[in-house]
């Protein structure tokens, strides 16, 4: 790859060289660049380093299902923007099945269902 660049670049030169008599034939033009993915993956590394990950809603949801009272499905509505079957949706499916948490589902004196992941009980 060096030699061809190093090709175009003399010819480039011979080129100007008949426009302008100051041209140098002996380096090239252009600087060629080496590993250039590994340098702009590193800046791009770096900055994100930077900047904290702003958490998943998923994350949102856990740990206030992880919460002693649990949590209403308005309050994970307001906490995540989406609509109560969306919520309802969520714990069952990613919740439940995918992440194979325990999630326990009580009416309270207040009448008000509160959802809650269940701690598992480990054998000791």
Known sequence: MAILNNITSKADNVEAAETASTVDNSTPTRKLREKSGVTVSLMVKKAKDDVPAAPTKTDIVLKKLKSAKGVT?????????????????????????????????????DGLRRYRIVEAKTAG
Request: no cysteine; proline share 0%; hydrophobic share 40%.
């Open 73 to 109: 499905i308005r309050a994970l509505m307001d906490a995540t923007g989406w609509q109560a079957h969306s919520v309802r949706g969520f714990l069952s499916g990613t919740v439940k099945k995918k992440l194979g948490h325990e999630v326990l589902s009580e009416t309270g004196k």
